[in-house]
């Protein structure tokens, strides 16, 4: 008989059917740790059938996406093997929701962080830096959720497209690269890395300090979502999106 608890089960129901839902937590009420303890609890379910950790992201780590969203502070949850996508691949919009797409900037971990961790650690665990872009589909009604909601919906994850790795230079600031989103050919924002907590290191730092102390710690070999640099845009089949960035090499995707 399973323990499950049915706010879960409704998250997890929500996915699968492919529909909007009601605000599990409309009073904000529940707490970060009872929030998490909810993910988590969803994240066991998919492991469960088959489902692997590839990696974690951090979300609203922009001030343009805490205004957006109505949440002022950095969250996390997890990557899963069956969402990430090839650089120029098709992302298939039918099991999701209301797709949006927003860009990040990415890490690939070439040794654990466990811990409390600087920027210094940070940036030297990680191996490789790479353009991404994150497809994010909120479980519930017109993406209007609280900090309880979007941390137990593993903050709106969906899908993550990998572009180019980079390895780790001492030579540039992430902070200084350069960012222009394209949709359809049409400029959608500009950015710089700074717009990711003031330093996308930074945010490392706070993922896998926060991950630590969540029992999740980072580890070789997994990818970090650092956060998005601007606003995510909504995408629908036949669009096709296109991320430049300053040194770290260009991303395309397409949707169906």
Not at 92 to 109: C, V
Not at 196 to 216: C, F, H, K, M, Y
């Amino acid at each position: 008989m399973s323990t499950m608890d049915p706010r879960t089960v409704t998250l997890l129901a929500a996915e699968r059917e492919r529909r909007e839902i009601d605000r599990i937590d409309p009073q904000g009420l529940v707490g970060e740790d009872e929030a998490y303890r909810l993910q988590f609890e969803g994240i066991a379910d998919k492991l469960a059938r088959g489902e692997q950790i590839v990696g974690l992201k951090t979300g609203l780590t922009s001030k343009a996406k805490q205004q957006t969203m109505g949440v002022l502070q950095p969250i996390l949850g997890h990557l899963l093997g069956s969402g990430l996508v090839a650089n120029g691949g098709v992302v298939d919009t039918k099991p999701l929701i209301h797709p949006r797409a927003e860009p990040e900037i990415a890490f690939r971990l070439g040794r654990d962080l466990n811990g409390p961790t600087t920027i210094a650690q940070a940036r030297a665990a990680a191996a490789t830096v790479m353009p991404a872009l994150e497809i994010i589909d909120s479980r519930f009604k017109d993406f209007k959720f609280g900090l309880g909601d979007v941390i137990a919906d593993n903050t709106s994850a969906a899908r993550v497209v990998l572009g180019p790795e980079t390895p780790v230079s001492s030579d540039y600031e992430l902070k200084l690269v350069g960012m222009v989103y394209s949709k359809n050919g049409e400029v959608m924002a500009t950015a710089s890395g700074a717009a990711i907590l003031g330093d996308p290191w930074e945010a490392l730092a706070w993922l896998a300090t926060r991950a630590s102390e969540l029992g999740r710690p980072l580890k070789a070999g997994q990818v970090a979502l650092a956060g998005a640099l601007t606003d995510a845009v909504f995408v629908h089949p036949g669009d096709a999106v296109r991320l430049e960035f300053d040194r770290l090499g260009v991303l395309d995707a397409s949707f169906s």
